[in-house]
């Protein structure tokens, strides 16, 4: 993958995930930490595991560097104990990762180690989803947006998703195509923005080729509220949820960054100044902006 993806990897996906550093049930009850990361191989959602499942979780969970409340290292005994006692309330797993923090569990991760579990599976998928040739063959030279949508889907379903209208379209770089045919289901919640994101990118990747770009750098569209709550979040400002309304989270992220930058504090999204002093500092990070 283009570099500018892996560097942006963690800042596009901690608003959509959240970032927790102790083992908890995700909406379909698979034990999961970090920034989504699942450490859980039971087939079925909302289901307890078999023995050879448990097994492979465990083995999963093993991976990472468990630490007690002291920040010792925690023995693999105490690793399945969080596993098995997170599993065994099934019924919590709609209310959230909260539901699970300690002193429910013992155990946690530091940021360091949920950094590194996090580009171990990144690589992991990569490696996954080029192999399936011929859809992704090409992934290397596809513009850095297409690769970061892609990748996207595969953190949200598992790079062995299977979607052939898509696959059909990224084979031929159709990238309008792909963004039509890149959304998957429920569409609420953080999936929702998501979608909206993966849809974004890859209309970016068409601009990027259409325009002859570079196609190592990720291109960012400040024309509208959702755009420039992305750019905000790049930069360290908490416009609140990505959802492209302008209330008050956003105005107030835009104010922020326009005091910080010794500019007029209306918090307008469509403040001309605030969106050129928005594009310059991206440009500066090594983004391609577009819509300003």
């Not at 079925?44 to 920040?71: M, Q």
């Not at 919640?189 to 325009?211: C, K, M, P, S, Y």
Request: hydrophobic share 40%.
């Amino acid at each position: 993958m283009h570099q500018t993806v892996r560097d942006h990897w963690i800042t596009f996906n901690d608003p959509l995930e959240g970032r927790v550093h102790f083992m908890y049930l995700d909406q379909k009850g698979w034990v999961s930490t970090g920034i989504g990361n699942k450490i859980d191989q039971t087939a079925a959602a909302d289901s307890a595991p078999s023995p050879a499942e448990r097994s492979a979780s465990l083995a999963l969970a093993g991976e990472l560097r468990w630490l007690n409340a002291d920040n010792s290292p925690a023995t693999a005994d105490l690793v399945a104990h969080d596993w098995d006692k997170v599993k065994a309330h099934l019924h919590l797993a709609r209310q959230g990762h909260k539901a699970f923090q300690p002193p429910f569990t013992s155990l946690h991760l530091s940021d360091e180690e949920i950094d590194r579990h996090v580009f171990a599976k990144l690589d992991q998928m990569e490696a996954f989803l080029t192999a399936r040739a011929p859809d992704f063959s090409g992934f290397a030279s596809w513009p850095a947006n297409a690769q970061l949508a892609t990748l996207s889907m595969c953190w949200a379903l598992g790079p062995a998703f299977r979607f052939p209208r898509f696959q059909s379209h990224v084979a031929a770089r159709e990238w309008i195509g792909a963004a039509d045919e890149c959304h998957f289901t429920p569409d609420e919640g953080t999936v929702r923005i998501r979608n909206r994101l993966d849809w974004e990118h890859f209309l970016l990747a068409g601009a990027v080729e259409d325009r002859g770009l570079p196609a190592d750098r990720l291109a960012l569209d400040l024309s509208d509220v959702f755009g420039v709550q992305g750019a905000l979040l790049i930069l360290g400002y908490d416009p609140g949820a990505q959802d492209g309304a302008d209330g008050p989270r956003t105005q107030g992220a835009v104010r922020a960054f326009q005091n910080d930058n010794g500019l007029d504090p209306n918090g307008s999204s469509e403040d001309p100044t605030a969106l050129a002093e928005l594009s310059a500092r991206l440009s500066a990070e090594g983004f391609t902006v577009l819509g300003v």
